[in-house]
């Protein structure tokens, strides 16, 4: 399949895994760009500039495909060494950056002049609309539906996808709940390019995580998901368990007095206890609410190329079909 975003990236088909904290190491960014789609490598979960060049230099030796990096701006008073981590972007020859949370702007000319892309990845039309604005290659729009962080406007992809395709020039991919061919054909035909995922990656065989996560979301439903920080405005969705009750009960209790600190257990440093340990009491983590389509464990392959065969029948035999009926 050829879209914008195929051509933009030079990848074969027009699916992204998106960037996850803990989730996004080597092993899946090489096996997803092996399979045709864009593996991405979560910077911020290494810890220093120089773990992230080895994790691209161990990916480089996985993969001759190209794949990408996220980059995650945080709001935090103590900031990452986001210009150590974008020379080893750079150093790494590193050709796509999937950049998040707050505005990008001041790192673009570092990633643009080394000839990276950049997809900024947004939840609403106004911020993708201030990514083009700035230069951004492409966008990442993020429904209410996704896992993670699905900002404070609550839009769905089937309203937030059409505004989208109504105000950018640039091309856009569909984020958040999106899981299969059905995902990839109604997100293009609402004017995207592609899709990025998140939590379907996660169920694949390659996602270096404990097997008890991978378990936990083919075990979850439609309806096992919670939005938590709702009330700091740094709105979180996140699979139900005890730590999402006990932090959703401290929310409740101390209603606009809550601050970070009263949920820090909940919160801080819980991704290596969960994803690695597969402790999975440990604190909240994000995940989608497509949790409710995922069955299987397949590899990155077989998922990949099951989403391209099944998008090629959907549109040339059920959609032809009632086309020319
Ligand atoms: C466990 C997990 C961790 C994530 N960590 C990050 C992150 O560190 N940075 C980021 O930009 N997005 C992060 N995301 C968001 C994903 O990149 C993607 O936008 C989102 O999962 C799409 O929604 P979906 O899960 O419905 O596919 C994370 C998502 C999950 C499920």
Redesign the pocket.
Known sequence: MKTRITELLGIEHPIIQ???????FAELAAAVSNAGGLG?I?A??QTSAADLANEIARCRKMTDKPFGV?L?FLPSLAAPDYPGYIQAVIDGGVTVV?T??RNPQAHLPALQEAGIKIIH?CTSVRHALKAEAIGCDAV?V?GF?????PGEDDIPNMILLPRAAQELTIPFVA?????DARSLVAALAMGAEGM???????ATREAPVHPRVKDAILAASELDTRLVMRPLRNTERVLNNTAAQRLLDKEQMLGDKLTIDDIIDEVAGV?PKI?LDGDMEAGV??????AGLIDDVPSCQQLIERIMSEADELINQRLCTMVNA
């Open positions: 998106g960037g996850m904290h803990y989730v996004g991405i979560t911020l979960t996220n995650t999937e998040a949370g990845k990442s993020d539906e996704c896992g993670g962080h984020s958040g709940g999106m899981a990025n995922m998140g939590t379907r990656f996660i991704y994803m983590w994000s995940c989608g609410m497509v």
